[in-house]
Nanobody, 124 residues
Framework: QVQLVESGGGLVQAGGSLRLSCAASGRAFSMSSMGWFRQAPGKEREFVAAIGWGASSTYYADSVKGRFTISRDNAKNTVYLRMNSLKPEDTAVYYC?????????????????WGQGTQVTVSS
């Protein structure tokens, strides 16, 4: 069992930055790949970024590549999503999720534990 709690969301102007955090407890966090997903109103949940066990393998959606950075601190059981140059279209509820495999997938069905989400709103 893995419990995930996101934090760091909020309201920011376009061009601004936020850093999301996801604190994990439960089974060995270091042996879980971690991902961030988001869901905007009226839209399906979409993949944002993911990181493997060793933190050297990272993956990004094309829409955030070059602006967002995923990282993890296994000593703190925490995964981060640094979001720069935010755009209004980044507005969504952001979820972190755990994938038990060494390398993460982009599809949400690979992930078996999810947090409650944190709201990110980017004003124009």
């Amino acid at each position: 069992q893995v419990q995930l709690v996101e934090s760091g969301g909020g309201l920011v102007q376009a061009g601004g930055s936020l850093r999301l955090s996801c604190a994990a407890s439960g089974r060995a966090f270091s042996m879980s790949s971690m991902g961030w997903f988001r869901q905007a109103p009226g839209k399906e949940r979409e993949f944002v970024a993911a990181i493997g066990w060793g933190a050297s393998s990272t993956y990004y959606a094309d829409s955030v590549k070059g602006r967002f950075t995923i990282s993890r601190d296994n000593a703190k059981n925490t995964v981060y999503l640094r979001m720069n140059s935010l755009k209004p279209e980044d507005t969504a509820v952001y979820y972190c999720a755990a994938d038990p495999r060494r390398l993460p997938g982009r599809a949400d069905y690979f992930y078996n534990y999810w947090g409650q989400g944190t709201q990110v709103t980017v004003s124009s």
